[in-house]
């Protein structure tokens, strides 16, 4: 978008008030967040989402559809001033008709570009902020020669619809290109290729920009994961604070870049040197978010609800240490039987647990039931509290 789009954008920017309603296109535990921290604003909202008795059809209305149905987005649209959504997956044809029969801040621009590997690291770097060096994949031959310039060991990844480390696979020898390359290029993927970026952390920032163009980051996450999928969220992060200063400007500049409308969640990996490489972003809140519920002056579902209505962004400043843990399917029954019954024992630590469930009507192995905020003095003394509960020592 050109200066003077921008600026045009800034000028006609809709403000909407409380009492306008909100459509959420998915249904899920971020929709559920949103809507719970927006209707205490004074929005209403209204949710699309295939499964009966979605999380946040618990507490909005929903229109029980697939997410490519474009009779069930128009009455979405019908039914909503303004139209957000809580994924980035969303069908082309059903985002281009929301934006022709509603409001629509975020746009589908965005979630054409983040919607793909290629074009995401692209325009990340069009902002001057540094991505893993990667190669496009079109065959086993440029496989094999992307990995000859990289270096091993790499990452071969799924260009679309990759999620929580899934379609991807680490290349550590010459050997494994082949095997991965079959597994990986199954049903025509396209494919990327990454270095294999060793880590000293890695981290998350959500940004946030109304569309006048007002533009502010939470805090840094230190982020752990486990399998692919994310266990941990530390703050503030234990990497220096330089780092944290400059994670932040990247963020910031990306939301710019991209023009965005809401959130803008980027994750990174902090290298041992103190470089920072966007992994990727995505325009939502997001799950090393979560701990802004209790920690931040405002939490990222209520910073997302301003940006997208055009209201003042809220204030950020992080007002306690914190660690958010995961509840997956495999965690649940247990967490719900500590966090139900004081545990003396752990009362030593000196936490204080706020659990959040998300209503999702079957719990499996793997899948995001919940997570606890431990608010804490000192990280540390949260990080040991989770370690007591031995519940999360099984994977
Ligand atoms: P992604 O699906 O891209 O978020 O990747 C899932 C996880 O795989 C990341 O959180 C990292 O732990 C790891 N990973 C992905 N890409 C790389 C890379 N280029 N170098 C090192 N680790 C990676």
Redesign the pocket.
């Known amino acids: 978008m050109s200066k003077e789009q921008q600026i045009s954008q800034q000028v006609n920017a809709k403000t909407l008030l409380p009492g306008s309603t909100i459509g959420v296109l998915g249904g899920g535990q971020l929709g559920r967040m949103m809507a719970l921290a927006g209707t205490a604003m004074g929005y209403r909202f209204i949710t699309l989402d295939p499964t009966p008795s979605a999380p946040c059809g618990q507490v909005a209305p929903q229109i029980e559809a697939s997410y490519s149905d474009e009779a069930a987005a128009r009455k979405l649209a019908l039914a909503s001033d303004i139209i957000t959504y809580e994924f980035e997956n969303v069908d082309a044809g059903v985002a281009a008709l929301l934006e022709s029969e509603s409001h629509v801040p975020q746009g589908s621009t965005l979630l054409y570009t983040t919607q793909h ?1 290629l074009r995401e690291k692209r325009a990340i770097e069009a902002a001057g902020v540094p991505v ?1 060096p990667y190669r496009e994949i079109t065959d086993l031959q440029s496989l094999s020669q992307a990995a000859e310039e990289l270096g091993l060991p ?2 071969l ?1 799924i260009a679309t619809g ?7 696979a ?1 290349i550590r020898s010459e050997g494994g290109l082949e095997a991965a390359y079959r597994e990986l290029a199954a049903a025509g993927r396209e494919l990327v290729l ?6 000293q952390a ?1 981290i998350s920032v959500i940004a946030s920009r109304s569309p006048k163009g007002e533009v502010k980051s939470f805090p840094v996450s230190e ?1 752990i ?1 486990v399998d ?1 999928i ?1 266990h941990l969220s530390i703050v503030p992060a234990r990497i220096a604070e330089s780092i944290q200063r400059e994670a932040r400007k990247l963020a910031e500049r990306l939301a710019e870049s991209l023009n965005v409308a809401g959130l803008l969640a980027v ?1 990174m ?1 902090v290298t041992k040197d103190g470089e920072l ?1 966007v ?2 972003v995505a325009p939502r809140p997001h799950n090393s978010g979560h701990y802004t519920m209790e920690a931040c002056a405002t939490s990222q579902f209520e910073q997302h609800v301003r940006a997208i209505c055009n209201l003042p962004l809220g204030d950020t400043t992080l007002l306690s240490p914190i660690v958010m843990v995961n509840v997956l399917g495999q965690h649940l029954e247990e967490v719900v039987k500590r966090t139900g019954v004081p545990d003396n024992a752990l009362d030593e630590f000196g936490v204080v647990p706020k659990l959040h469930l998300y209503g999702k009507n079957e719990s499996k192995i793997g899948r995001k039931m919940g997570h606890i905020n431990l608010l804490c003095k000192d990280v540390q003394h949260a990080l040991d509290w989770i370690e007591q509960t031995h519940i999360w020592r099984q994977g």
Do not use: M, P, T
């Open positions: 590997r893993a790499c990452v990844k990759g999620y929580d480390g899934k379609g991807q680490v990454e270095k294999f970026i060793s880590f890695e982020n994961h692919g994310l994750e990996f490489y992994n990727e």
